[in-house]
């Protein structure tokens, strides 16, 4: 069983900066895609950014530029977020996918203040 474990939130104005880790345990494949998700208060969850273990990174439109996505290992990924908007308050999720398989884990919330 693979767990998931955010961190890094928190409360920052708007402009300023945050970086998420995630950090993953059991059973970890080298060959695997690893991301972040976020789910607004009334939205539905969408893909922030991912990267595979090759470090081929993918980002949402609304973060191109301002975010980061990057990892030092298999088991782990960052998000370095800079520039906050108030739109990019929501709660962070990190994804793990590997050999058809998708871990979540339980999210860590990020507060822009305008």
Not at 3 to 28: H, K, P, W
Not at 46 to 72: C, H, M, P, Q
Request: hydrophobic residues 35%; proline residues 1%; contains cysteine.
């Amino acid at each position: 069983q693979v767990q998931l474990v955010e961190s890094g939130g928190g409360l920052v104005q708007a402009g300023g900066s945050l970086r998420l880790s995630c950090a993953a345990s059991g059973i970890i494949f080298s060959l695997n895609t690893m991301g972040w998700y976020r789910q607004a208060p009334g939205k539905e969850r969408e893909l922030v950014a991912t990267t595979t273990n090759s470090g081929a990174a993918t980002y949402a439109d609304s973060v191109k530029g301002r975010f980061t996505i990057s990892r030092d290992n298999a088991a782990s990924v960052y998000l370095q977020m800079s520039r906050l908007k108030a739109e990019d308050t929501a709660v962070y999720y990190c994804n793990l996918v590997t050999r058809g398989l998708n871990y979540w884990g339980k999210g860590t919330l990020v507060t822009v203040s305008s």
